[in-house]
């Protein structure tokens, strides 16, 4: 799932903040608790006001998270 978010992220990056977080150690740890998250990989878009848009646990297929994504971008 790395290089597929590593892609998005280049692509995106002027317009979409990415934050990668270890969810087993520290900040990382009390943030998948927070946001109740059950397993890894886990996937959240946010959108510019903080509402949660997009959620999900394991695998996600490049054309589901990009469509989340570019949901949130500004458009051009």
């Not at 979409?16 to 996937?43: C, Q, T």
């Amino acid at each position: 799932m790395r290089p597929i978010v590593d892609g998005l992220k280049e692509q995106f990056d002027a317009d979409i903040e990415f934050v990668y977080v270890n969810a087993g150690a520290g900040k990382g740890e009390a943030l998948f608790d927070h946001l109740s998250l059950s397993g890894h990989p886990a996937f959240v878009v946010f959108s510019a006001d903080h509402q949660e848009t997009f959620r999900a646990l394991g695998p996600v297929e490049e054309p589901v998270l990009r469509a989340a994504i570019e949901e949130q971008a500004p458009s051009s």
